[in-house]
């Protein structure tokens, strides 16, 4: 699995957009880029996960590079409770396995 | 509602007194896993389960043992817990593209 790098912390204002961005130069052309993140001492949680296109869901956006080399993570309107630690994992195959690194912890400031 | 339980919460014992953390989840998943999680070393994966009688090592197996008789169920074992297995310990049930964590146990051994 391609190797992730990740600023260890960033600060957002609560209602503005958090960016959060992930680098992953290493990443081969069947590996998918997944985020979760963990409040907290809480059990880590799912946000979203793409290949090569753009994704989007309830919670987040997912912007990845054209050559695929990085991406970010994108919290529209950013609330206290989204202060976490914000994982990056790159995956080939299914994500059975994942190895998580140090992430970014993402403080919100009222 | 779909979840995943772990049991006990908190637990401080002493050396080589065996223990059991239970881990239950109710969405008929195949797949299983065991972290545990240390500050500065993130999440490592201890043992994993891909069905019922089918449980493979992660990363740091060793001092610990699992067993899942039952497809919702997959205990981790310590036969004789020692300080060093003082961890935040995180059970997981997994799809092919999520993984799905329950609410962690806090071990502490004396």
Redo the contacts between chains.
Sequence with gaps: DAKTTQPPSMDCAEGRAANLPCNHSTISGNEYVYWYRQIHSQGPQYIIHGLKNNETNEMASLIITEDRKSSTLILPHATLRDTAVYYCIGVSGSARQLTFGSGTQLTVLP | EAQ?TQNPRYLITVTGKKLTVTCSQNMNHE?M?WYRQDP?L??R?IY?SMNVEVTDKGDVPEGYKVSRKEKRNFPLILESPSPNQTS?Y?C?S???????????T?LTVL
């Excluded at chain 2, 997994?94 to 962690?104: C, R, S, V, W």
């Design positions: 995943v797949y896993s500065g993130g999440l994966q994993y935040l995180f997981a997994i799809t092919l593209n999520e993984q799905f964590f329950g609410p962690g806090r």
